[in-house]
């Protein structure tokens, strides 16, 4: 499963099952784990916000040119492959933000 099939199953999911939903907000760690069927890395962290219509979210994605100090594994690589974070704008959506130190 790629990044954008992850995405969107999650999301979907969100948006049609209420308890998914709210263990999404409350603990993204295990309710991801539970849709790629394996536990994530304890030092990934995500971050999971609802968006509402009348706040907008603005992501700064880390700097290209930063030093990056920690090698990834290729499972964390899968995770982030195309960037670090992705997230579906619009009125009432779902924003996920994987994001890696």
């Given at each position: 499963?790629?990044?954008?099939?992850?995405?969107?199953?999650?999301?979907?999911?969100?948006?049609?099952?209420?308890?998914?939903?709210?263990?999404?907000?409350?603990?993204?760690?295990?309710?991801?784990?539970?849709?790629?069927?394996?536990?994530?890395?304890?030092?990934?962290?995500?971050?999971?916000?609802?968006?509402?219509?009348?706040?907008?979210?603005?992501?700064?994605?880390?700097?290209?040119?930063?030093?990056?100090?920690e090698v990834l594994s290729p499972e964390e690589l899968d995770l982030v492959a195309g960037g670090s974070m992705f997230t579906v704008m619009g009125p009432q959506?779902?924003?996920?933000?994987?994001?890696?130190?």
């Amino acid at each position: 499963m790629d990044k954008k099939q992850l995405e969107s199953e999650i999301i979907e999911r969100a948006w049609r099952d209420e308890e998914f939903r709210q263990l999404l907000l409350a603990d993204p760690k295990r309710a991801i784990a539970e849709v790629l069927g394996w536990e994530l890395p304890p030092h990934l962290r995500i971050h999971v916000l609802e968006e509402q219509t009348d706040t907008l979210y603005l992501v700064i994605p880390p700097n290209p040119n930063a030093k990056e100090e920690e090698v990834l594994s290729p499972e964390e690589l899968d995770l982030v492959a195309g960037g670090s974070m992705f997230t579906v704008m619009g009125p009432q959506r779902l924003s996920l933000c994987l994001i890696c130190p």
